[in-house]
């Protein structure tokens, strides 16, 4: 028989290639190896520990300091908060008690300010009350004058009147002791 090169050739092949990959009969994944897990778990355990420190060690502390910081700073913000609110509440009570003390400040100047100015026209009004009386008075004793003048001359004044109406209607005048002795008895 004959040997073909090119199937040897093909046979090596394949043979190498199945060494390659873990070898001939036992084949499939290195992993399931029973003969190399030794060395996977150590590598294993050696990785976990490794991670292990990385984490307890640098992250951890890392995370733990920056959640830290974000709670200390989300309670002082809320300390600070809850404090401008108490201080605002108190502005709020001091102003509203300015407010009112104000307001009453402001009645009372209002009522104060209404009281003098109604007695101020109080006391205008009698000054002027007291003036009007004071010249009704004068008019009156200067009306009481003129009428007792011509009270005087309203006898004469009648009497003159009687002696023309009489010579009118008659046409003969009376003698003036006549016509002040009609205008007596009419009296």
């Given amino acids: 028989m004959a040997t073909d090169p090119h199937s040897e050739s ?20 290195p992993q399931f190896d029973t003969s190399v897990w030794g060395g996977q778990i150590v590598y294993l355990l050696f990785l976990f520990v490794v991670l292990y420190l990385l984490i307890a060690k640098v992250f ?12 200390t700073t989300i309670s002082t913000a809320i300390a600070t908060a809850r404090q401008v609110q108490a201080e605002a509440a108190e502005q709020a009570a001091v102003a509203k008690a300015e407010v009112e003390q104000a307001r009453a400040s402001a009645r ?6 209404r009281a003098r100015v109604t007695e101020e026209a109080n006391a205008r009004a009698a000054a002027q009350e007291e003036i009007v009386n004071a010249r009704i008075a004068e008019a009156e004793t200067a009306i009481g004058k003129t009428r007792d003048a011509a009270m005087v001359h309203v006898g004469t004044i009648a009497s003159d009147t009687v002696v023309s109406i009489v010579d009118r209607l008659t046409g003969k005048a009376p003698t003036a002791a006549e016509a002040a002795a009609a205008v007596k008895g009419a009296a």
Avoid: F, I
């Fill in 108 to 113: 009372a100047t209002a009522v104060a300010a």
């Fill in 60 to 71: 951890a502390p890392r995370l733990r300091k920056v959640m830290d910081e974000r709670a």
């Fill in 10 to 29: 093909a046979a090596h092949g394949t043979a190498t290639t199945e060494a390659a990959h873990g070898g001939g009969e036992a084949g499939g994944l």
